[in-house]
């Protein structure tokens, strides 16, 4: 049976075209499970994480934290819509009222934290990453309760955004604010992996030409 990889996180984690659990395998070998969602919040991942546990067996969880921001809203038939509240009044309302910066900088902590509790308690292994910088704050004393070995950064605390900004922006499909294919594929390469072995010539020509 092949070992199964699981991936959570954001748009920076599944979108509409390759992102980097697409090129995991590629160093591991067996099969990825991408879990990812569009919009999903910090909370959203957490729980995810815990599903996966339960369900999908996994070898290996990675996990990329999303924007702080975000939040998901359980509704009377228990539908989760992730991101935020559907209705665009109601999400400004709740916004204008009932969040600040502080406060979602210190919930994302606690579902890292609550990630990496769980995850150690079931004897998975995993490794977790951001999809920017912005998204971990220092300034609570809970920051120093998560273990920052299980992160891969790059420039010390940046994440995929910073990296493919800095190295891969001449590759972007106008008006796009997600990385490219060969972003994702680097970042995997030289950050998550930090490995020296290139993918075969023609793959790497598909990710420089991935739109034409």
């Not at 990329?64 to 989760?80: H, L, P, Q, V």
């Not at 998204?135 to 609570?140: A, G, N, W």
């Amino acid at each position: 049976m092949p070992e199964n990889f699981v991936a959570h996180g954001c748009s920076f984690t599944n979108y509409k075209w390759p992102c980097w659990p697409n090129y995991i395998k590629w160093f591991t070998g067996g099969t990825m499970l991408n879990r990812a969602e569009v919009g999903s919040a910090n909370e959203t991942i957490a729980r995810r994480v815990v599903e996966s546990v339960h369900k999908d067996d996994p070898k290996h969880i990675y996990i990329m934290w999303s924007g702080a921001n975000r939040y998901e809203m359980w509704d009377e038939r228990n539908n989760i819509h992730t991101g935020g509240h559907r209705d665009p009044e109601k999400h400004k309302y709740w916004v204008n009222n009932f969040q600040n910066d502080n406060q979602n900088n210190y919930r994302t902590l606690v579902n890292i934290m609550f990630a990496q509790l769980f995850l150690e308690k079931h004897q998975v292994p995993y490794t977790m990453m951001v999809w920017r910088g912005d998204v971990l704050s220092d300034k609570f004393p809970i920051y120093n309760d998560i273990d920052w070995s299980k992160f891969v950064f790059y420039k010390d605390n940046k994440g995929l955004w910073e990296f493919a900004e800095d190295n891969f922006s001449q590759y972007y499909l106008a008006g796009e604010s997600h990385p490219p294919p060969i972003a994702h594929y680097y970042w995997v390469k030289d950050v998550l992996f930090k490995s020296d072995v290139l993918c075969p010539p023609d793959e790497l020509d598909k990710l420089r030409n991935w739109y034409g």
